[in-house]
């Protein structure tokens, strides 16, 4: 690996116009009818944080990539593209997770044409090693 190289997390997560609070308190006898007018459309978040490896005073840096439906290998090489945009072109880790998109047969022939870009995979059932992950859990608040 070059010693100047970005190491970048990325990840990706599934969000909806619903409500998500699905219970109410209300008196015995008198179950609350709650009413929306949103629907069911749902859209993909991708997130990727990356900080460089060896020059602290760059800084991390967080992005956000906002699609309708879901990500699937042509959508993430989008998403990568406009990575290596973000990162003008220099050398980067990606540490991924074991999405099946992310190491498609696609995705593996793309990114064995980038010489920007080597991928390496974080073990299995280890979510807590990918920082991406916690702004998914974070509740937003108004």
């Known amino acids: 690996m070059n010693t100047r190289t970005w190491i970048i997390f990325p990840d990706e997560s599934r969000i909806s116009q619903l409500p998500q609070i699905r ?16 629907n069911w459309n749902r859209a993909s978040m991708a997130g990727a944080w990356g ?12 992005c956000f990539y906002l ?17 290596k945009v ?6 980067a880790v990606l540490v991924r997770d074991g999405l099946s ?14 010489d920007w870009l080597t991928l390496e995979r974080l073990p299995a ?10 702004l998914w859990s974070s509740p937003i608040r108004a």
């Open 86 to 91: 973000f990162y003008r072109g220099e050398r």
């Open 23 to 38: 219970r109410t308190c209300s008196p015995r006898g008198r179950t609350p009818l709650l009413r929306h007018r949103l």
């Open 125 to 134: 059932y280890a979510p807590e090693l990918n920082p991406v992950e916690l």
């Open 51 to 62: 900080h460089h490896s060896t020059d602290p005073h760059r800084g991390a840096h967080l």
């Open 101 to 114: 998109t992310h190491w498609s047969r696609a995705m593996r022939a793309w990114a064995a044409e980038q």
């Open 67 to 83: 699609k309708p439906g879901s990500y699937e290998t042509a959508g993430l090489i989008e998403v990568l593209e406009q990575m």
